[in-house]
């Protein structure tokens, strides 16, 4: 599916949604058609519309095509845990076909980029079977790795750059996000990542006291929309 990426991190809290909606906002600056998907949000507030995620939330926010939010996240959870712990909670059972049905539902809308942002990280479990992994596999999709910057990093990055391989999907680039205002050796850690990783580094975005989409977008660049949308 042309144009379209899955996002995940190497852990839950690396910065996965402020990667892609800042993606979202230099996608509409440089006059693209895009929008984010969060088919899984767990962790949503009662609001007089029903229950939002302030993620799935934000990502509508810098969409420059605008969608219903029901279409951005289809599946709202109350807790903030697990998806499949929080949804067994409420009674529910995750299923891959559903969530890919509902995925390419909304991936016929046109548009020059679409993001869908992931859950946590890779290995996430939808029941007692499937992964959340499976939704970009079955979507034949490339994915775009936050890698959190902390003690650890580069463990937890390479061994989920090859579980995406070993799952048969290409990284199509990393962003390096800054977590840990207090990480050693950082240079030093992005160096390792950059020859390590099969892909290219979209950005490096340092530990910021302030932090904001369009802050976080001016360390970042889209591959391939100088000339056009994404390859």
């Known amino acids: 599916m042309k144009n379209t990426y899955f996002i995940t991190g190497t852990d839950t809290g690396v910065g996965k949604t402020l990667v892609t909606a800042s993606l979202l906002h230099l996608a509409e600056k440089q006059g693209l058609k895009a929008f984010g998907l969060k088919p899984i949000a ?18 509508q926010a ?29 009674g529910r059972r995750l ?31 939808l029941n ?5 992994s499976s939704l970009p596999l079955q979507l034949k999709i490339p994915v775009i790795l936050v890698v959190g910057l902390r003690l650890g990093c580069l463990n937890h990055a390479l061994l989920t750059a090859e579980a995406i391989a070993r799952d048969g ?28 990783l099969p892909s290219p580094c979209w950005g490096v975005i ?22 056009g949308a994404p390859a």
């Not at 599946?75 to 712990?85: D, G, N, S």
């Not at 007692?128 to 959340?132: A, V």
């Open 95 to 125: 299923n891959l076909d559903r969530l890919v049905g509902l995925c390419r539902g909304t991936l016929m809308q046109p548009a020059d980029l679409r993001l869908i942002e992931g859950a946590g990280g890779w290995r996430v479990p």
């Open 42 to 59: 767990a962790g949503c507030e009662n609001t007089p519309d029903g229950l939002r995620n302030e993620d799935a939330v934000l990502l």
């Open 169 to 196: 999907l290409p990284i199509a680039g990393w962003v390096a996000s800054g977590i840990d205002p207090q990480m050693d050796s950082v240079e030093d850690n992005i160096a390792t990542l950059k020859a390590r």
């Open 128 to 132: 007692e079977f499937e992964n959340l």
């Open 62 to 90: 810098h969409s420059s095509i605008k969608l219903p939010y029901e279409q951005i996240n289809p599946i709202a959870l109350r807790a903030a845990k697990a998806p499949h712990i929080a949804a067994a909670e409420e």
């Open 206 to 227: 340092p530990a910021l006291g302030e932090v904001s989409v369009e802050r976080v977008a001016g360390y970042l660049e889209l591959p391939g929309s100088a000339g």
